[in-house]
């Protein structure tokens, strides 16, 4: 059987549009964001994201673990990009060097040196404020959007019926593989399984993992042939499908809707203009020399 994600009615800001309307608006926020390197605007859109996830009603108990993992995975790329200045190289053309950290060793005549710079922390900032805005965004989708309402959302944003009902699918396939997988570990664990004892190399550990990974994976190849089934004798795909429920657009959705897409409008008007590329302060370079 498919489950879904954690959701329940609120009376908060996002489930008080229509899911279309809402995620017309998350589209265009999305768009509108990656125009933009400048911290100024950036700030704009992180104080977007914040009004909606302290409107949203949403508990911190309720999405803890979400926002630890998510939250961790953006500080620590975050705080790779400031130690490389992966990426940022393509932003700006030269550098002020803060400190240097020369390794007291060579590989094969290269010395492994370590070089923090003003431009690599700003723009390490600067990433950090654009990642976490989207992602603050996109953690709220499951925990605010109706399940029984996602086939419907995605038809009426335009797509066919059976496009929709996959994208109803996928959206079930990430908590259902979860609750198998929980399932599958307590059973295992009741026939004297114990996870906690794996050791040996990578190749032996995913040896030991057999027991988890293969009837996790038998049962999800068995009850997606079971739901083909299911949509074959339904005559899925033959004709146009009905929906039960019908979700009706009023004004504040169409406003909503409005919104994001002037923000997406000005955001790509900016970007013509060349306007929201990297900036900072050169206040924060003063007296710091050049990196060579």
Same mark, same amino acid.
């Given at each position: 059987? +498919?489950?879904?994600?954690?959701?329940?009615?609120? %009376?908060?800001?996002?489930?008080?549009?229509?899911?279309?309307?809402?995620?017309?608006?998350?589209?265009?926020?999305?768009?509108?964001?990656?125009?933009?390197? /400048?911290?100024?605007?950036?700030?704009?859109?992180?104080?977007?994201?914040?009004?909606?996830?302290?409107?949203?009603?949403?508990?911190?108990?309720?999405? @803890?673990? =979400?926002?630890?993992?998510?939250?961790?995975?953006?500080?620590?790329?975050?705080?790779?990009?400031?130690?490389?200045?992966?990426?940022?190289?393509?932003?700006?053309?030269?550098?002020?060097? !803060?400190?240097?950290?020369?390794?007291?060793?060579?590989?094969?005549?290269?010395?492994?040196?370590?070089?923090?710079?003003?431009?690599?922390?700003?723009? @390490?900032?600067?990433? +950090?404020?654009?990642?976490?805005?989207?992602?603050?965004?996109?953690?709220?989708?499951?925990?605010?959007?109706?399940?029984?309402?996602?086939?419907?959302?995605?038809?009426?944003?335009?797509?066919?019926? %059976?496009?929709?009902?996959?994208?109803?699918?996928?959206?079930?396939?990430?908590?259902?593989?979860?609750? /198998?997988?929980?399932?599958?570990? /307590? @059973?295992?664990?009741?026939?004297?399984?114990?996870?906690? %004892?794996? /050791?040996?190399?990578?190749?032996?550990?995913?040896?030991?993992?057999?027991?988890?990974?293969?009837?996790?994976?038998?049962?999800?190849?068995?009850?997606?042939?079971?739901?083909?089934? =299911?949509?074959?004798?339904? @005559?899925?795909? !033959?004709?146009?499908?009905?929906?039960?429920?019908?979700?009706?657009?009023?004004?504040?959705?169409?406003?909503?809707?409005?919104?994001?897409?002037?923000?997406?409008?000005?955001?790509?008007?900016?970007?013509?203009?060349?306007?929201? %590329?990297?900036?900072?302060?050169?206040?924060?370079?003063?007296?710091?020399?050049? +990196?060579?």
């Amino acid at each position: 059987m +498919l489950v879904t994600w954690r959701y329940r009615k609120r %009376k908060g800001f996002i489930q008080s549009f229509d899911p279309r309307a809402w995620l017309i608006f998350f589209s265009c926020f999305l768009a509108s964001t990656l125009f933009f390197w /400048d911290v100024r605007y950036l700030a704009i859109f992180l104080g977007i994201a914040l009004f909606v996830v302290f409107t949203s009603g949403i508990k911190w108990h309720e999405m @803890a673990r =979400a926002w630890m993992f998510i939250g961790g995975f953006i500080l620590f790329f975050s705080f790779l990009t400031f130690l490389t200045g992966r990426g940022g190289m393509e932003l700006y053309d030269k550098e002020h060097l !803060i400190r240097q950290f020369a390794a007291n060793f060579t590989i094969l005549g290269w010395q492994p040196t370590l070089n923090i710079t003003a431009e690599r922390g700003f723009y @390490a900032i600067s990433m +950090l404020i654009r990642v976490f805005s989207i992602a603050s965004m996109t953690i709220l989708i499951p925990y605010s959007l109706n399940p029984a309402h996602y086939g419907i959302t995605f038809r009426g944003l335009g797509f066919p019926d %059976k496009i929709a009902y996959g994208m109803d699918l996928t959206m079930r396939f990430i908590p259902t593989l979860g609750r /198998d997988f929980s399932l599958t570990m /307590d @059973a295992q664990k009741a026939r004297g399984y114990e996870i906690e %004892k794996l /050791d040996g190399g990578l190749i032996e550990q995913v040896r030991k993992l057999a027991p988890l990974v293969v009837p996790v994976t038998i049962h999800s190849i068995m009850g997606s042939e079971d739901i083909i089934d =299911a949509m074959d004798l339904r @005559a899925f795909g !033959i004709g146009p499908r009905t929906w039960l429920e019908k979700l009706d657009r009023t004004t504040r959705d169409r406003i909503l809707i409005g919104v994001g897409v002037a923000i997406l409008i000005v955001s790509i008007s900016l970007s013509l203009f060349g306007m929201g %590329k990297f900036w900072m302060p050169e206040v924060l370079t003063q007296g710091l020399p050049l +990196l060579t």
